[in-house]
């Protein structure tokens, strides 16, 4: 990690979500307005970055060779990831990186090539699930890959002070950290103190439209979604993603077989 200085924290500050009924009674700063007018401009830059399918690039998924040099760009960083994920998913992993020089050589520097913000859940570690090793993975978790702002920090920290071209937020099937939201939404129920904020911030991704394990299905969708939105509406994350340089992409993660898909 460079020194303190060179840090450069996002230039806007991180506004939790505001449960329902206090959201209405907040007025939003400046600084919340400016972020909100860059959020449009962001996020039709993410759109134009990287064109992506339903599902990882199909080269990766079928085995393209891998080069040990690091991905620079966002394509190339997503097919290293899709490639991980297929050997984990097929029972072929390489664990790769791991070995004794590898580790010397890491002592004097770090070069990831995505920041994947996940959730806590023990079942999806980053690492194991793109099959990948020491200095390849900046990750980033909180229950339900809820924003703060540390966590927005910690992000910002791959991109603009070790040049990540890929930021991969991370769902999963069965999340308990939406079903917990989803819960307390409908019980009207309390959650304690610190996991209700967690609860706070899912909430306003609720698809009230769906019912019982459908509904947190269809939430967990589109609380990625939400997520992916804001990471690239941030605005020193938005002028990367303009240039190309960078790709915010949401994705999804199936216990059943291990897959990951890209979500649009
Ligand atoms: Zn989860």
């Excluded at 040990?68 to 790769?96: F, I, K, M, V």
């Excluded at 099959?131 to 900046?138: E, H």
């Excluded at 909430?203 to 439209?209: A, E, K, L, N, T």
């Amino acid at each position: 990690m460079r020194p303190p200085g060179r840090f450069r924290l996002p230039h806007a500050g991180y506004r939790p979500a505001m449960p329902s009924n206090t959201r209405t009674r907040v007025a939003l700063p400046r600084s919340r307005r400016a972020l909100l007018r860059t959020a449009v401009a962001g996020t039709a830059a993410a759109g134009a970055g990287l064109a992506l399918g339903p599902v990882f690039p199909a080269s990766a998924a079928t085995g393209e060779a891998e080069s040990d040099s690091r991905p620079t760009t966002p394509a190339q960083a997503l097919r290293r990831l899709a490639a991980g994920n297929r050997r984990w998913r097929t029972y072929h992993e390489e664990h790769p990186h791991e070995s004794a020089p590898l580790r010397r050589r890491l002592v004097a520097a770090q070069h990831p090539f995505a920041v994947v913000l996940g959730c806590i859940d023990s079942r999806v570690p980053p690492e194991l699930v793109f099959d990948q090793g020491l200095g390849d993975l900046l990750t980033v978790r909180s229950a339900g890959e809820v924003l703060d702002e540390a966590v927005l920090g910690s992000i910002a920290y791959g991109v603009l002070e070790l040049r990540i071209p890929l930021v991969l937020v991370l769902a999963h099937q069965s999340c308990g950290a939406v079903a917990a939201a989803v819960h307390a939404d409908e019980t009207g129920e309390p959650l304690p103190a610190h996991i209700q904020y967690l609860a706070d911030q899912i909430r306003p991704s609720i698809d009230h439209g769906q019912q019982g394990e459908a509904r947190i299905d269809a939430t967990v969708n589109a609380h990625v979604r939400g997520v992916r939105r804001r990471l690239a509406a941030e605005p020193d994350l938005a002028a990367k993603v303009a240039t190309g340089e960078l790709a915010v992409v949401a994705a999804r993660y199936e216990l059943r077989d291990q897959h990951v898909r890209t979500l649009s």
